[in-house]
């Protein structure tokens, strides 16, 4: 006879995701003790969900269609606000019969909503207003300006406001009475849709937890189809927890990481004939930063030596003669922990900052790299893009905007000049980067050319090797007093005009591999003398292989 029950032994990170049963597309969320409740706003349903279980319950089985299309939801004791359109209502939980009391109509519609003792903060994405009113009179008693530039939502911790929002994939602690931003965080997942705090009692710990809605691409087998196999895309909703550390000190916050094995390796299969002697072909390792950490490397195939170029380390494997016949691979492994980060600066912090050091604009301001800062149209874009603006911050906002506003993104099989890329306004990743490092150096403003590869970003996909489908380069730009700040080159160009999001603004995400800076990534030296492409390409002499594996989800906090 088969007992009711087994005994089941799942570990934490088993539990870490909630997919709801029969959940389409959750949008607001919130927690009743250790019960969570979500809105799933295509369907109608009112979910009542066990964390740690995931057993679903529909709250509203008679009332769904009333609450088809709510996105935001809050519950104080017995009462459960929530936003439809451009009215907000709240009814009565214990009685069950979901008979909404309209609080307040709105001009435009309402997306997320929180609600504080007295005090209801409901978002308005068309105003990009936080409005707020007393809960006794109705009355609005200020608004707080919206972070970002996407559907908000909503949810109350203390003194703190936090906000969700979906275009900039962050979410944002702000101060409850000014609506100032005191850190954001990157999210793991495109499209954040809702977020609520579950309290632990008997640890004291709040986690924090986000409900995302994307679309994802499957195989579907069609038999009545030839070709059987078609592409289509569904709906993937689920919740996932937010972890993350804010170093206030040094203006960042990190949120969740990953432990990642990265490999790079090197095929040999030269395409001409060739003969290079006492040849050292060396590679860059991982880079140490704020928000990657390298835990181990090992080398593949053939042994390496180690050198430190600029401060960063380099694999060097070396070859007494190597011609069109030599076949072998060589490479390394690495394992990462990524986190992604998120720089939280003002304008006010660079002003009366000091001087940038001289041996930075030997360095940084100059042209290295074909990058036509002495053609007449990089000139004229570099003056119009800051105009009159003197704040370093408030430029390289500015620069990035022109930028793109200027150019659309697109694939090509090489990279052209920053002159051409402008005039052409179409651009890759890399002449995106060609076109913002010319303006900012002439504007004064130090920058570089950084990173190498992209996880490709499927962190719920583990042990299973992935891909990258292209190689991926951004940049940094230096702030005296501050230090190096990342900035994305073309994700954030979404909207055709703007507004931009800033997610990558002074942020990464964490699936960017980060190489070693101000050095090359790889490099042939043959009899000590350094080959340029012109003499050898490496693209002819070897097909690389990039390979990730996510080995673990990673809080940062812990350290």
Known sequence: MIPDTLPINLSPKSLSTIRPIAASEL????????????IDTRNGYLLEIDPITQNTKILNPHHWEDFIGVTGIAITNDTLWFTSGRSVYHCS????????????????????IAVW???????????????????????????????????????????????????????????????????????????PTGLAFHHNQETGEDTLYVAYVNHEPYIRDNPNADPNHELLYRNQTFIHPLYFYHDQENHYALSNGYLVEM?????????????LTNLEWRIALPAQTHRQKVRKVEAIGLPFTEVIENGQRVAVFKFDTLTEQTRCIFGWKAVLEVFSIKYRLTPRNCENIPELPAEYGDRYLIDDDNLAMDTDIIKRAAAEAVERETNLLRKVYSIRNYVYDRLSYGIKPHIDTPDIALRRGVGSCG?????????????????????????PASPLTENLPLSPDYN?????????????LPMESNPDDINEGG????RFFMGLSWYHAEMAKDTPFEQLISNGVPLNKQQVSIGNLAINHVQFVILDELNPANG
Do not use: M
């Open 93 to 112: 939980l214990s009685k069950g019969d979901f008979v909404p009391e309209l609080f307040t109509r709105l001009d435009y519609s309402a997306n997320g």
């Open 117 to 191: 003792k007295s005090t209801v903060y409901v978002s308005v994405p068309k105003i990009g207003y936080i409005l707020v009113f007393k809960g006794e009179t109705k009355e609005e008693i200020t608004r707080l300006y919206a972070p970002g530039i996407g559907n908000e939502n909503l949810t109350v911790r203390g003194e703190e406001l936090w906000v969700t929002d979906s275009l900039e994939q962050t979410v944002y602690c702000l101060d409850r009475a000014t609506g100032d931003i005191i850190f954001s965080l990157l999210t793991p997942f495109e499209n």
């Open 431 to 455: 002449e995106y980067v060609g076109v913002l490092l010319a303006l900012f150096r002439l504007n004064g403003i130090a920058c570089r050319t950084v990173g190498r590869y992209k996880c």
């Open 27 to 38: 949008h607001g969320i919130t927690f009743q003790g250790n019960i969570l409740i979500a």
């Open 472 to 484: 991926h380069v951004w940049l940094e730009f230096y702030i005296p007093s501050i230090g190096w």
């Open 263 to 275: 490999s790079y390796i090197e095929e040999l299969a030269p395409l001409d004939p060739i003969e």
């Open 499 to 502: 507004p931009y999001p800033t």
